[in-house]
């Protein structure tokens, strides 16, 4: 189905979406702050952001980081008439992202994590009676992606001052347990991925401790590196109704070089070196198919050292990072 673009309440002003990049770059940071940065009140801020979270347009999620897992880009050649099942399946599964149908309906892309005991996926899609052709390719290096996204209007995006005032050190708080996942933070786990930004008080509900436990426990993880926090956001909501994965073909040699322009381009929501002949990959967003056209006689034309750039449009997106996706809009997340 065509993506919907938000109308009436769920429509988003320039506060909304300073509101967001604030998120991005800060995504627990307390409203209060938020707020000051912003030169409006801690009730707006709050209010807004609670709109665009109830009419699927940004989630704050909170999720486990572990040791030597390593993250995939798939490709995978449906039969005929297939493709939505399986990307609703593999869309529901917790250790995959970013699942789309490509434009003519038969390929997919998704993201997904793989641990060091459990391959999983990787091992279950090539028995799959859809399935007919699978090219998993291993991501090597990012050059854009799980920080601050460029693709945010200019004129939308937080001042320089203002970014040094929202994230500036907070007296760091005593230490708490120590900085290892276990079975007991299962709990804490699924409450930050319906929620990042819950309460000290919402995550002692959920899992049955002291809200001075709760903060410790999860200033502990968060300072070992072992939950990272992201936001969800709807491109539609920002205009973006076109999104493309695009499969660079460049030299060894030049991958470095390569990916530090493709870096500098604002479209560009993700890029990465990966393993395959098609040794680069990104995802863009564009307003609409004019955009895409421009971009690649452009901007990826004067790249030089690229040998070969395959566009593939996507049809449908059905996840994102982690919260599924209904004509272009979040819904549940899969924690």
Known sequence: MPARTPTGSAAI?????????????????????LAAVLAVSEQTVARRYQRMRSHGIARVFGVATHAGATDWMLRLTCRPGTAAATADALARRP???WVA????????????????????????????????????????HRFVGRGEADW???GDRLEDDQRRQLLADEPPEAPGDPAELTDDD??????????????????????????RRAALRL????????????????????????????WFTVAPADLASVGAQLADHRQLAWAAAVTGSANLVA?????????????????????????HCEAMPQLTRVKQAVSLVDRGLLRSPVV
């Open 13 to 33: 002003d320039r506060l909304d979406r300073q509101i967001l990049h604030g998120l991005q770059l800060a995504p627990r940071v307390p409203f209060a702050r």
């Open 219 to 246: 200033t502990a993880l968060t300072a070992a590196g072992l939950i990272r926090f992201d936001i969800d956001i709807a491109g539609v909501a920002l205009g973006l109704r076109s999104v493309t994965t695009l």
């Open 152 to 154: 945010i209007t200019a």
């Open 283 to 307: 995802s863009a967003l564009f307003t609409d198919a004019g955009a895409l056209y421009r971009y690649l006689t452009t901007e990826v034309a004067a790249i030089t050292e690229v040998q």
């Open 95 to 97: 250790d995959t992202s």
């Open 101 to 140: 149908i490509s434009a003519g309906s038969t390929e997919l892309t998704c993201g997904v994590s793989v641990g060091d005991d459990q391959p999983g996926l990787l091992d279950h899609l090539p028995r799959s009676a859809n399935v007919l052709a699978l090219n998993a390719h291993q991501v090597l």
């Open 186 to 211: 299962r709990p804490l786990l699924t409450a930050l991925g319906h929620d990042g930004r819950a309460s000290f008080a919402a995550l002692a509900e959920a899992t049955g401790w002291t809200q």
